[in-house]
């Protein structure tokens, strides 16, 4: 079956601008999880659904930074007024249920100018 | 709070030659334990995983990894390798009895010479 899918692969935003980052998940995964991973590093943790709800977004690094998941299967990561530390590949992953195997995606490669 | 450390940043063998990444976890009870290898421009590949029983642990690719709690690591292990594993590597930590959301280390980069 197929994996997780993001779109865009690659983004470049002009400083200030609002970016939509897409995730589908593997479907009938419950959970979904987001992560940052900047350059030469692993990737951080943002935030976690399960179905629609989110359930933890401790990691989420300012409130220019909001997910959602309204129907409980793709997943929006939106970073408003981009600053170019927000430059870095965004991972999506999905779970089959919470504590289970994620399953990654390719990622968005987010460039900020 | 749960952490990962891989204290090699790069490491470079022999095609043929034996493999060992190193990984170092500090977590307050039983973790569930991940290695992922990560290939240039692609998303994160599920190598192995332990969550209880034999602490051995067997992966794809010929890679398995042994849990020692007293030791605090989860080693991955290769006895052959092929240059098709050049790749960075990342061991994960993720927390029983909560979502598991899962803390990284900064990963290893392994080169392979011919």
């Known amino acids: 079956g197929a994996g997780v899918s993001q779109s865009p692969r690659y983004k470049v935003a002009k400083r200030g601008q609002d970016v939509a980052l897409r995730c589908d998940p593997i479907s009938g995964h419950v959970s979904l999880f987001w992560y940052q991973q900047a350059l030469g590093q692993g990737p951080e943790f943002l935030t976690y659904?399960?179905?629609?709800?989110?359930?933890?977004k401790s990691g989420l690094p300012s409130d220019r930074f909001f997910a959602e998941r309204p129907e409980g299967s793709v997943s929006t990561l939106k970073i408003q007024r981009t600053q170019q530390e927000d430059s870095a590949v965004y991972l999506c992953?999905?779970?089959?249920?919470?504590?289970?195997?994620?399953?990654f995606g390719p990622g968005t490669r987010l460039l900020v100018l | 709070a749960q952490s990962v450390t891989q204290p090699d940043i790069h490491i470079t063998v022999s095609e043929g030659a034996s493999l060992e990444l190193r990984c170092n976890y500090s977590y307050g009870a039983t973790p569930y334990l991940f290695w992922y290898v990560q290939s240039p421009g692609q998303g994160l590949q599920l190598l192995l995983k332990?969550?209880?029983?034999?602490?051995l642990v067997q992966g794809i690719k010929g890679f398995e990894a042994e849990f020692k709690r007293s030791q605090s690591s989860f080693n991955l292990r290769k006895p052959s390798v092929h240059w098709s594993d050049a790749a960075e590597y990342f061991c994960?930590?993720?927390?029983?009895?909560?979502?598991?959301?899962?803390?990284f280390g900064t990963g290893t980069r392994l080169q392979v010479t011919l």
């Open positions: 992953a999905s779970s089959f249920r919470w504590q289970e195997t994620q399953y």
């Open positions: 659904f399960q179905n629609e709800a989110q359930l933890d």
């Open positions: 994960a930590v993720g927390r029983t009895g909560t979502a598991s959301k899962l803390t």
């Open positions: 332990y969550f209880s029983g034999d602490t």
